[in-house]
Nanobody, 123 residues
Framework: VQLQASGGGLVQAGGSLRLSCAASGRTFMAYAMGWFRQGPGKEREFVAAISWSGGSTLYADSVKGRFTISRDNAKNTVYLQMNSLKPEDTAVYYC?????????????????WGQGTQVTVSS
């Protein structure tokens, strides 16, 4: 399984970005997917997760109401729409494939990771 994240970049505070994560393999739709991020000098943290069907989502409190996770199983792709971005959202964003169909928030419940895409929000 390979995960390729894209869509990062430099944006001003209040702006928007949409991250994409394309997955290889035929089993994409069988697993939950998640987004994590690691800011400068910080540990990697959970951002959002979506169940295998897309019917269940979960968000970190810090992004709730601003970020939306979605998936297109026909395209083997998961998305993270980020609105009202803040400087504290600056981080490398990683997508990950879960070990089950259900949404989870901890790293050890994800088995495959993408390479990360940089998001920088200027004030």
């Amino acid at each position: 399984v390979q995960l390729q994240a894209s869509g990062g970049g430099l944006v001003q505070a209040g702006g928007s970005l949409r991250l994409s994560c394309a997955a290889s393999g035929r089993t994409f739709m069988a697993y939950a997917m998640g987004w994590f991020r690691q800011g400068p000098g910080k540990e990697r943290e959970f951002v959002a997760a979506i169940s295998w069907s897309g019917g269940s989502t979960l968000y970190a409190d810090s992004v709730k109401g601003r970020f939306t996770i979605s998936r297109d199983n026909a395209k083997n792709t998961v998305y993270l729409q980020m609105n009202s971005l803040k400087p504290e959202d600056t981080a490398v964003y990683y997508c990950a494939r879960g070990l089950s169909r259900l949404v989870r928030t901890t790293e050890n419940e994800y088995g495959y990771w993408g390479q990360g895409t940089q998001v920088t929000v200027s004030s």
